[in-house]
């Protein structure tokens, strides 16, 4: 039992180590600068400092300017972060007040849950 | 349709035509210019067709670029689905008339994550719009946003914002929407869009299917609010107004012939009068079809033009037979007068087929047209929708000032002065042919049961095929009895004899006659000799005697002389 749940904890911290070693692409797209496009990228910017400082690179595009992206990226909703790396391709639409979703999302649950007990992690395959 | 009173004509709000066949004749005109109409109707029943119609004739017929954004379907998909009809929908975007934005909502790759709006397809659609200088939108089908976004709530809110924005751009947008349970469209668009909501139907009714348009409502505007029959074909969709003709054609006095002299002289000497509808009706193969096409050989041999509409021969079959009659039709067919469209009545209902015809005729424009037969329909109709269908038919011709034969088979056992389905009174002449069964034959017999507007013949006609075409010969009539055929020819010579018989006495009694006439004449002049031989006699007597006297009384003075008495 001892040895399985060192096992898993080593193959998570592996894997963790992987993600830490991988690169965030990320395209944040506004429509002009209303209070909702300012509180998206404040809190994106937040999540990305915490989460994956050093190895992210976001950039906002503000569609107003260039309407040829969105169609090109098709944008939709506004406003939206596209997850372009690592793969694969995830889209979140809205203000990204709801930072427990955008971390489930970008796979950085795990990551932020390092500190959690891991005995209830390792149960799960 | 309705009649629009002069008050609409003052303040009627502006249209925008779709180039849709009989789709503008219902809306009386159009769309409303500038405005959002909704289309909505089942899977399958002809929205997006609709919708791309609306934008390529836009672009193509009435100078009015468009944008399409497409939920369900990339552009080249669009442009494949609508080259199939004839539309270049890739040289349209080529040149700048029509753009194709295809917008994908992958439900499974989107996070909500507070709040948002629906900016980025305004945008989109704003960009798109600017781009090209648009006048015409359509978002087929806006309906993927609410299965694409989780907060319907939000979705609704941004459509509602999105209809007020067009209105505001000006553009006339069409926005497709999917049937509902119970509402027209799933989402409740309708409660949206109110201007104008048109719902396409596709059902199936004795395994036939038939598409129909109905305009739902059509705020500040008169529109036909029947169910419109609808068709997809080579070029497009088309909707018929099969009610909207009234019966205040156009009449003509002009009378074309008939392709057979005799039936002409039947026909007050002229023939048919143009732009008349004429029933042929009569049992299996009493000859329908032979005075049917030696009309269609008469019109196209003066160089008009025959549309033939046959449901139950091929082209192929019916210019062979006919050549057998001597009508060459096939050289009409070359020189593109006459023209065939054979198809079972089956293939589908009763007013796909009304399109059908009326389109082709809309293209063809032909001087005459056959239906043969029209009996055939009743795989398709009951009586009553036959007669509906058939109706239109002739009130669409007379419009048309086409003349039409109608073809009608009798079927065996029923009163033959008795159309099949019931048409005769819509009809201005009708030929009625029957076959006379005698000792061991058959023969055909024509007459005219009615001919409106002209004096006409009520003699029977025996008419006979020939290879030079049809001849009509005058029937026997005799004593209560018709004879034709065969039993005509043995009258015929029975009456010959007959009069070389009666022609025979004659002249034998004629001859004795003559004999009794001279013998009595030699008589006379034998007694005439006589009586002026006795006549002589008589003188020569008298005169001997004058002479005896004479001479006595001479005799007797010279005896006194000599005597020499006193």
């Known amino acids: 039992m001892k040895t399985k749940i060192s096992q898993a904890q080593a193959a998570l911290e592996k894997a963790a180590a992987q993600q830490q070693a991988q690169r965030y692409v990320l395209r944040l797209y506004i429509t002009g600068m209303t209070r909702r496009s300012m509180q998206a990228v404040g809190n994106i910017r937040k999540i990305c400092e915490e989460h994956l400082e050093g190895r992210y690179d976001l950039e906002v595009i503000d569609i107003h300017q260039q309407p040829t992206l969105a169609e090109g990226e098709q944008i939709i909703a506004a406003p939206t972060l596209i997850k372009k790396l690592p793969l694969p391709l995830r889209r979140f639409i809205g203000d990204m007040s709801n930072t427990e979703r955008i971390l489930l999302g970008m796979d950085l649950r795990k990551a932020a849950e390092k500190g959690a007990p891991v005995g209830t992690d390792s149960k799960q395959p | 349709m309705q009649t629009q009173s002069p008050a609409k004509k003052l303040t009627g709000i502006a249209k925008c035509p779709t180039g849709i066949r009989g789709l503008d004749e219902i809306t009386d005109g159009g769309l409303p210019k500038g405005r959002p109409t909704l289309i909505c109707g089942a899977a399958g029943c002809g929205k997006t067709l609709l919708a791309t119609e609306f934008i390529v004739r836009g672009a193509s017929e009435f100078n009015e670029p468009g944008v399409f954004m497409a939920f369900e379907e990339t552009g080249k998909e669009l442009a494949d689905n609508v080259a199939s009809l004839g539309f270049d929908l890739a040289s349209l975007i080529r040149h700048k008339k029509v753009v194709v934005d295809h917008v994908r909502i992958e439900r499974s790759e989107i996070e909500e994550t507070g709040e948002y709006d629906l900016e980025g397809l305004f945008i989109r659609l704003g960009a798109a719009i600017d781009g090209i200088g648009a006048k015409r939108v359509v978002l087929d089908s806006i309906e993927e946003l609410f299965a694409g976004l989780p907060n319907q709530a939000i979705v609704r809110s941004e459509l509602r914002r999105l209809f007020l924005w067009l209105k505001d751009k000006g553009v006339t947008a069409v926005i497709t929407g999917e049937q509902g349970e119970k509402t027209l469209t799933r989402h409740g668009l309708e409660e949206y869009i109110s201007d104008c909501v048109i719902f396409l139907d596709h059902r199936v009714n004795n395994q036939i299917a038939t598409r129909r348009l109905r305009i739902v409502k059509y705020r500040g505007s ?60 009569g049992t299996a193969g009493s ?89 055939n329909l009743t795989a398709v109709g009951n009586d009553e929708e036959i007669k509906g269908m058939l109706t239109r038919v002739i009130d669409f011709l007379k419009n048309e000032g086409i003349t039409a034969i109608f073809t009608s088979l009798t079927a065996g056992g029923t009163i033959l002065e008795q159309s099949e389905v019931g048409v005769s009174s819509l009809m201005d002449a009708w030929l009625l042919l029957s076959m006379v069964q005698s000792a061991s034959e058959r023969n055909r017999v024509l007459y005219l049961l009615k001919s409106r507007g002209m004096d006409h013949s009520n003699q029977m006609r025996e008419f006979v095929l020939t290879g030079n075409g049809i001849e009509l ?8 009895t018709v004879y034709t055929g065969a039993a005509r020819l043995s009258q015929k010579a029975r009456d010959e004899a007959d009069a070389l018989e009666r022609r025979q006495t004659e002249e034998r009694r004629q001859r004795d006659l003559d004999m009794e006439r001279r013998s009595l004449q030699a008589q006379l002049d034998a007694l005439q000799t006589r009586l002026a031989n006795i006549t002589a006699e008589q003188e020569l007597g008298l005169s001997l005697e004058k002479q005896r006297d004479d001479a006595g009384q001479r005799a007797e003075s010279q005896m006194a002389r000599a005597r020499k008495a006193d």
């Open chain 2, 222 to 281: 008169a529109h036909g609010t029947n169910e419109y029959p609808t068709l997809i074909d080579q070029q497009g969709l088309s909707v018929l107004p099969i009610s909207s003709l009234g019966l205040n054609y156009p009449v003509s006095t002009e009378r074309v012939s008939s392709g057979i002299s005799r039936l002409d002289a039947m026909l007050g000497g002229k023939g048919y009068f143009k732009g008349s509808s004429i029933l042929i009706s």
């Open chain 2, 287 to 375: 000859g329908k079809t032979s005075i049917a096409s030696a009309f269609a050989n008469s019109v196209c041999q003066r160089g008009g033009r025959c549309l033939y509409w046959s449901s139950e021969e091929s082209p192929g079959q019916i210019v062979r037979d006919m050549a057998s009659i001597g009508f060459d039709l096939d050289r009409h067919v070359r020189k593109n007068l006459l023209r065939f469209h054979s198809i079972r009545p089956t293939l589908y209902g009763l007013e796909n087929h009304l399109v059908v015809l009326h389109k082709m005729v809309t293209e063809f424009r032909p001087d005459a047209l056959i239906m043969d037969p029209i009996t």
């Open chain 2, 473 to 480: 010969v005058d029937v026997y009539a005799g004593l209560g």
